[in-house]
């Protein structure tokens, strides 16, 4: 659920020729995408229920996404990606490791 809102904001907002890009990072991990970004007076509140950036939106897509990743324990933040789109960062990731497969 919750890439799936990220996937398909960044398609919405970026049109159909946007690239995502999901990697690890020290902490836990990052969604990217090269679209048109996020408007830096809205990222604070993007989180809260209601904010929306799209005539047609409910508001709730970040909201949902903010609160699967409080589930996990983790925290999510906003900023702008290297290629000028939006940049959703999680910590607080724990990391399986080949010992915890077993």
Do not use: C, K, Q, Y
């Not at 904001?9 to 970004?37: I, K, L, M, P």
């Not at 699967?68 to 940049?87: K, N, P, Y």
Request: charged content about 30%; glycine content about 14%; cysteine-free.
């Amino acid at each position: 659920e919750l890439l799936g809102n990220l996937f398909r904001n960044a398609v919405e907002h970026g049109g159909e020729t946007v690239t995502v890009t999901v990697g690890r990072t020290d902490e836990g991990f990052f969604v990217d995408d090269d679209g048109s970004g996020i408007d830096p007076a809205v990222r604070d509140s993007l989180f809260e229920e209601g904010v929306t950036t799209d005539d047609d939106g409910t508001g709730f897509g970040m909201a949902i996404v903010e609160r699967i990743a409080e589930a996990h324990g983790w925290s999510v933040s906003l900023t702008e990606s290297e290629r000028g789109g939006a940049r959703f960062e999680f910590e607080g990731v724990e990391w399986a490791t080949a010992d915890d497969t077993a």
